[in-house]
């Protein structure tokens, strides 16, 4: 699936989802720090951002990476400190998506109250 031509709100909510699948591979580290033979996972999703016209989604696709499938980082140790970063991090992109969704939300109010 690659990113198509949608409208803002589609767009947006597009972000949240990606945004909440990455945060479940994080919280899925985090829980198996130590499964022994756990592979680590990771969601990176810059691919379904790629065209995008936003200002937002091209931060976002520039930050995250290439493609929403959780991966799985063969030979790579889990540091619950890195972990915690990515967490953090990701919480606030889903920050910024949350914002950008407000804002259409009250641009389109604006449209259907002047248009009355």
Avoid: C, H
């Avoid at 756990?38 to 065209?51: M, S």
């Amino acid at each position: 699936m690659t990113f198509q031509s949608i409208d803002p709100m589609q767009n947006t909510s597009l972000i949240l989802n990606l945004i909440a699948k990455k945060q479940k591979a994080i919280g899925e580290n985090l829980a198996n720090i130590d499964t022994p033979g756990y592979t680590r996972k990771d969601i990176n999703f810059g691919q379904y951002l790629g065209n995008a016209n936003s200002p937002l989604e091209t931060k976002l696709s520039a930050t995250l990476g290439s493609s929403p499938v959780a991966e799985e980082q063969s030979n790579e140790e889990i540091n619950p400190a890195n972990e915690l970063m990515v967490l953090q991090k990701n919480s606030l992109l889903y920050s910024m998506a949350t914002r950008r969704m407000s804002s259409i939300i009250t641009e389109m109010k604006t449209v259907i109250n002047v248009g009355k």
